[in-house]
């Protein structure tokens, strides 16, 4: 009774599995005692109610075994069709292996294009979700055989990161030839040492190696990791490196945490998010449950602890799903409103300073400031100007409103603000044309033109993302105006917001 009282509620998991962990590097063979151990450890964690989905590499590497050849191919095709050729016995290996213990499964084939669109996205959730009440193990892969990016620069761990975020995960297991992070390759040097908990993973980068890891089949390696662990835990999600070899060590992991729920990396997630931390649980709440009769040892592993305030699912797949058509500079003023949560992630058109390339509205863009000569940033500013430049455009949030002012039926205005003059000859809106004019107000000059040219990704410096509400010619247009002008210089106002659902990846220096 007692050891069914300290049980917490079940987890939802992500566990990935690399190549190197699947098929063996050289002969290609499916390495079927890591590939049982990893099935026995998921079972036995659906056998505890938690609910598991598996992340699995191999496609290509398991083609290669059935062709015949030697290595991994060079060409877009060739990997394409290895991949093709591949999956399916991929699939049937790990349903063989379910279903000597009576585990069902299923399927999952994503690509980038999948989840860039929203809708695609959100049934994509839903299929996870249902197949998880349904006591199914979903095991999830790039579809390589169309989708040219991923063979191109992505891997599996980014794929396994934005499935942990689809579905709340609690936690991200990605299972590796190492157990854990080390400042250097511990294959070449003896005095590599392991980092247990990673709470920055900014910091982080600057004290570790991190090129020499990964195998000849795989797309990855020890940053591609690192890369997968900063989306995970900005979702809210713990994530866990180990060694694949000893999969069942995600069972002692997680009942480590749990009963050292004082130490847990896991933190409370937002109210009404839907995603259940263990930190987050009750039993620490009680001290007279926080001692465990039989402490348990540490198993070897790196931990990065998930963000404080993490990322809302619409932001989430803004940030790390879509591809930027462009890019919106700001200034230092923004950039440290942005920051704030408060601000809520919009930015207005009193904060814009310029454009990169060209988008349309509903796109996503980067969300970038613009580099000093001395190679600082602009948020480098001295403190009392970037404080006033932050107030100043903070008092734009209060004097702008929702409900935007409406033309009068007898102005008509074109694309062009040229059209604006006609209005000012008009005495009904003479106090319009003044102030219009006051702010210098005009069609975009041959310099404002230019800033799509002339700046560039070498010149700024991208601190985050959004979803643009304006094409790029009409942000242009706008630019450090107060809200209230855009139905007049655009003709409509859908919103007094130029991008929204911005997350600020690189906060103020």
């Known amino acids: 009774m007692a050891a069914r009282a300290r049980q917490r509620p079940p987890c939802t998991i992500v566990i990935k599995l690399g190549t190197s962990s699947i098929v063996h590097e050289t002969t290609h063979q499916p390495l079927l005692s890591t590939l049982s151990s990893v099935v026995e450890t998921v079972v036995h964690l659906r056998s505890q109610g938690h609910k598991v989905v598996l992340v699995s590499s191999g496609a290509i590497g398991v083609g290669l075994k059935r062709m015949d050849i030697a290595s991994r191919p060079k060409s877009l095709s060739g990997k394409q069709a290895l991949a093709a050729i591949g999956q399916g016995r991929l699939i049937a290996l790990w349903d063989n292996l379910f279903g000597q213990l009576g585990q069902p499964i299923a399927q999952v084939l994503l690509t980038r294009g999948d989840i860039s669109d929203r809708t695609r996205y959100l049934n994509a959730v839903n299929t996870f979700k249902e197949l998880l009440s349904m006591g199914v193990v979903p095991i999830v892969n790039e579809n390589d055989t169309v989708s040219v990016s991923e063979i191109k620069f992505g891997d599996n761990d980014t794929l396994s990161a934005i499935t942990s975020s689809m579905i709340h995960a609690d936690y991200l297991f990605l299972l590796t030839d190492v157990d854990g992070l080390y400042t250097s390759n511990p294959r070449k040097d003896p005095t590599a040492k392991q980092i247990e908990v990673v709470d920055s993973i900014s910091a982080i980068r600057a004290e570790v190696s991190t090129t020499t890891l990964g195998s000849s089949l795989g797309t990855g390696g020890m940053e591609t990791k690192i890369i997968a662990a900063e989306i995970a835990t900005a979702a809210g999600v713990t994530t866990v490196i180990l060694c694949s070899k000893e999969p069942e060590n995600i069972f002692t992991i997680i009942q480590y945490y749990n009963r050292n729920s004082t130490k847990s990396p896991s933190t409370p997630s937002e109210a009404g998010s839907g995603q259940a931390t ?3 649980r009750p039993e620490s709440a009680n001290p007279s449950r926080s001692a465990s009769p039989t402490p348990l040892i540490r198993p070897p592993h ?4 998930p963000s404080l305030t993490p990322m809302r699912d619409l932001k989430s797949w803004t940030t790390h799903t879509l591809f930027p058509s462009g890019s919106v500079i700001i200034d230092s003023g923004a950039h440290h409103v942005l920051s704030r949560r408060e601000s809520g992630g919009r930015l207005l058109a009193a904060g814009v300073v310029g454009i990169i390339g060209a988008f349309a509205s509903g796109q996503a863009v ?6 000093q000569p001395d190679g600082t940033t602009s948020s480098g500013d001295p403190e009392t100007a970037v404080t006033a430049a932050a107030a100043a455009y903070a008092s734009g949030l209060g004097t702008t ?6 033309l009068r039926t007898a102005a008509s205005f074109s694309s062009s603000v040229t059209s604006i003059e006609a ?11 003044e102030s219009m004019t006051a702010l210098k107000l005009a069609s975009p000059s041959e310099d404002d033109v230019m800033l799509v040219e002339r700046d560039s990704d070498a010149d700024v410096v991208e601190v985050g993302r959004g979803l643009a509400n304006y094409n790029s010619a009409q942000i242009l247009r706008v630019k450090g105006l107060n809200s209230s002008y855009l139905p007049q210089v655009l003709g409509y106002a859908d919103s007094e917001y130029v991008v929204e659902n911005i997350s600020i990846r690189l906060p103020p220096s």
């Open 401 to 406: 409103r929702p409900t935007t002012p409406t």
């Open 278 to 280: 263990p930190g987050s």
């Open 366 to 371: 980067r969300i970038v400031i613009r580099r």
């Open 302 to 305: 790196t931990v990065f602890t």
């Open 423 to 433: 209005l000012s000859r008009s005495s009904s809106s003479s106090a319009l044309a």
